[in-house]
């Protein structure tokens, strides 16, 4: 069962703490994506991998974090440096990015 | 610099009406633009697309035009079901020597009242 998964679907975060969002595909997807979505909003780019051990600032980076070890992982590190992490966080995978394959979302609440 | 703007933001029809939303883009460079629906909770999920060569594409109920002079393109829904329900974002995507650059509407949000 071919797809893109994320994981937690729920996180909480105290004041000053980092977290990572987990996201994985088997899709075979060169290329993959962060993004960050508020609500009643549209979709604002964090950061983008197209190869492993590559990647790229998107529109809104300054306090998130990425790494791209594996071909099928992309996972994004909410640090303490973000003020307003709260929001709902997609992932996605594409071959060339004129297809995006979103995962399913993280929503990320500060306590 | 690229930007896509969405019309309407909200959207109400009654079940078996017609919905059509409206997009426009700004760099004439695009030559993909894909149509995704996001329910509630959800990630979104690419429903129809359409590249720069072709004018109108169709899918059951879904339709995509695109008027490549005026820079825009169009998501026709036709006889709409409650499950239509959810918000729908347009893209615009410029393929370039580094990296696919897609930018993204702000979104309509559709209801389809029984």
């Known amino acids: 069962d071919g797809g893109i998964t994320q994981s937690p679907k729920y996180l909480f975060r105290k004041e000053g703490q980092n977290v990572t969002l987990s996201c994985e595909q088997n899709l075979n997807h060169d290329a993959m994506y962060w993004y960050r979505q508020d609500p009643g909003q549209g979709l604002r780019l964090i950061y983008y991998s197209q190869i492993v051990n590559d990647f790229q600032k998107g529109d809104i980076a300054e306090g998130y974090s990425v790494s791209r070890e594996k071909k099928e992982s992309f996972p994004l590190t909410v640090t303490s440096a973000q003020k307003n992490p709260t929001a709902f966080y997609l992932c996605?995978?594409?071959?060339?990015?004129?297809?995006?394959?979103f995962g399913p979302g993280t929503r990320l609440t500060v306590l | 610099g690229e930007n896509v703007e969405q019309h309407p933001s909200t959207l109400s029809v009654q079940e078996g009406d017609s919905a059509v939303i409206k997009c426009t883009y700004s760099?004439?460079?695009?030559?993909?633009f894909p149509w995704y629906k996001q329910e509630l909770g959800k990630g979104p999920q690419l429903i129809i697309d359409?590249?720069?060569?072709?004018g109108e594409k169709k899918d059951q109920r879904i339709a995509v035009t695109l008027n490549k002079t005026a820079k825009h393109f169009s998501l026709h829904i036709t006889e709409t079901q409650p499950e239509d329900s959810a918000v729908y974002f347009c893209a615009a995507s410029i393929r370039g020597s580094s990296y696919d650059k897609v930018i993204f509407g702000p979104g309509t949000s559709l209801s389809v009242i029984p």
């Open positions: 996605a995978s594409s071959v060339r990015a004129d297809t995006q394959y």
């Open positions: 359409i590249r720069s060569n072709v």
């Open positions: 760099d004439s460079a695009s030559n993909y």
